[in-house]
């Protein structure tokens, strides 16, 4: 199997605990995921084994996973794969982890995004980019 990482950062104002509920509940992911799509829906339940989706029906698009490792305020760990995407082993899924880490009056995001497919994978840079730039507006 080959895998590649893609890691993008960014810096936000907002506090950790802001940033994490960002990470974390359906209202938090909703003002930076895709705010662009207004039809998305956001389901999440982050803590170990929970699982969240998010989809927009308009675009035909869609994401889903399961938390493998959720250690408040600082690290999550999921698994990820497109709604359209076959349905793949668990050893085959993307993997995305991501560490947020309180710098001055804000917090320093990384995602670090090991595509196991590498379908696209520029489009998982830009993407990921696109939507920290998004998470970077947050106060």
Same mark, same amino acid.
């Given at each position: ?9 960014? #810096? ?9 509920? &960002? ?7 909703? $003002?930076?995921?895709? +705010?662009?799509? +207004? ?7 982050? @803590?170990?084994?929970? =699982? ?7 675009? =035909?698009?869609?994401?889903? %996973?399961?938390? !493998? ?5 600082? @690290? ?5 794969? #497109?709604?359209?995407?076959?349905? *793949? ?5 993307? !993997?995305?982890? &991501?560490?947020?880490? &309180? =710098?001055?009056? %804000?917090? !320093?995001?990384?995602? $670090? ?6 379908? %696209?994978?520029?489009?998982?840079? @830009? ?6 730039? @998004? *998470? &970077?507006?947050?106060?």
């Amino acid at each position: 199997m080959v895998e590649e990482t893609v890691t993008v950062s960014c #810096w936000t104002r907002a506090c950790l605990d802001r940033t994490w509920d &960002a990470w974390t509940t359906a209202a938090g992911l909703q $003002q930076w995921w895709w +705010p662009h799509l +207004p039809d998305t829906t956001y389901e999440i339940d982050a @803590r170990d084994g929970g =699982r969240y989706a998010v989809a927009s029906a308009v675009a =035909r698009v869609g994401a889903r %996973g399961r938390f !493998l490792q959720v250690d408040r305020p600082h @690290r999550l760990v999921m698994t990820w794969r #497109w709604d359209d995407d076959e349905p *793949l082993p668990h050893t085959q899924e993307d !993997l995305v982890e &991501a560490t947020l880490v &309180a =710098r001055g009056e %804000g917090t !320093l995001v990384t995602v $670090q995004h090991t595509i196991r497919s590498l379908k %696209g994978l520029a489009g998982y840079s @830009r993407g990921w980019d696109r939507a920290l730039d @998004r *998470l &970077a507006q947050l106060r």
